[in-house]
Structure formats: C-alpha cells, structure tokens
C-alpha cells in the first residue's frame, strides 16, 4: 500500500470517529514561504506536509484536490494538487517556479482576503471550506480582520504552528472579540516530522465538527 494510501486509511479512521464522514468540503492549504521556512522547503518536509493534508482533501472534497497557497510578504494561489500529480509539487510548482515570491518576510492578511475572495466571490458554494494555515511564527496582529470578516462564511480556519518561534498572536484565537461565531482554532507542533499521522488528524479536526454545528445552527452552512 502507498503512503498516500495509509495516509487515507488513517484520516478516514479520524473522520469517523469524528462523525465526519458525510461531510463535503471543499480544502485549502496557505504554506508559509517566509525565510525562516527555507530549511523545511529544502529538506523535503512542507512537500511531506502537502502529502498529509491532501489525504484529508482526498476524504472531504468530491474531486480529492488540495487549493493550495504560498506567502511571505507577498503571496501566490498556485495550482490545485490532486493524487495524480502530488509527487514533486513542492519542487515543481514552488521552489522551481520563478514567479513566486520566496522566503522575504510574513505578511498573513493579503493571503487570507485572497482565499476569501475564492470561496464567497469567485466560487461561492454552500459547501464548508476548511482552511489549514501552516505557520513557523511571527503571525500579524492584523490577522484579526480577516478572520472577523470571514467569521459569517462558510470558511474554517485551522492554524498549525511549527517549530519553537513566537506564536502569541494565534494562542489569543479563541479568546478574539467581535466575531459572528468562533470560526478559527491553532495547535502547534514542535517537529512535524516526529507527529504521527494520527495524532496530526486528530488535532487538525478538533474543533472543525463543533463550527460545522454551529455554522448550520446560524444559518451560515
């Protein structure tokens, strides 16, 4: 069996015991390409990460693709990645690309409008989006205003923090005022590469089931 299989066969198991799995959703992944995450590009580990989370899209979303996004202080929406063609991608489509912006400094809230943007006015859909935004630290403050002014749409913002930087911005999410409904949650992981794919799934779904409840229960879903 592949990775990406036994990748499927864990996130299935998670879904389930989530009551997750007659939900349909479309998923998205905004990777940090700021200079600090160099390193994690070169060593193979955000194409690892891509690999993981599109075994998640693969059991939500009905053509089992992964939206994907790149920032630092400017961003880019790249090609969906699929089953077909996740080999390489990270190699391919980002680093080998020479018209994305690499490895400046972190500017969260242009690429956040941006996603927006895609699912309530380019593509609205009454499909959930669930959003993972991988981050190394150093968040804006100002990520406050999109995610209050996404807080009545169909979009859910998982924040994974990697590595040991300063993520206090993303650890005051669920204490943030002025929001329709709690709409974000962030956990942070030390090494990615020491997670397993069990215990990244369990926590990448925490509070994604309690915000589907709710968002139905507001009339956003």
């Known amino acids: 069996m592949t990775t990406i299989s036994l990748m499927k066969k864990t996130a299935s198991v998670i879904l389930e015991k989530k009551k997750l799995t007659n939900v349909v959703a479309r998923v998205g992944i905004i990777l940090d390409i ?23 899209a693969s059991q939500f979303d009905d053509d089992g693709s992964l939206d994907v996004w790149v920032y630092d202080n400017e961003f880019s929406r790249l090609k969906s990645v699929t089953e ?50 991988i981050n190394d630290g150093g968040c804006k403050r100002t990520i406050k205003n999109p995610i209050v002014a ?6 859910f913002w998982q924040f994974v923090g990697i590595g040991n930087s300063n993520f206090e911005v993303l650890e005051k999410l669920d204490t943030m005022d002025g929001r329709f409904i709690d709409n974000a949650n962030f956990f942070h992981i030390e090494d990615i590469e020491k997670i397993s794919d069990e ?3 369990n926590n990448l779904l925490n509070e994604f089931p309690s915000w589907l409840i709710d968002a139905k229960e507001k009339g956003i879903l």
């Open 199 to 201: 215990e990244l799934y």
């Open 150 to 155: 996404s807080s009545n749409k169909p979009i």
């Open 34 to 56: 700021s200079g600090s995450m160099r390193t994690l590009y070169k060593n193979g580990t955000v194409q690892k990460v891509v690999e993981r989370i599109l075994a998640v």
């Open 84 to 133: 077909r063609d996740f080999v390489n991608y990270v190699e391919e489509y980002i680093l080998n690309n020479d018209l994305i912006h690499k490895f400046g400094r972190n500017d969260e809230p242009p690429v956040m409008e941006d996603v927006i943007n895609k699912y309530t006015v380019e593509q609205p859909a009454k499909e959930p989006t669930f959003i993972v935004f």
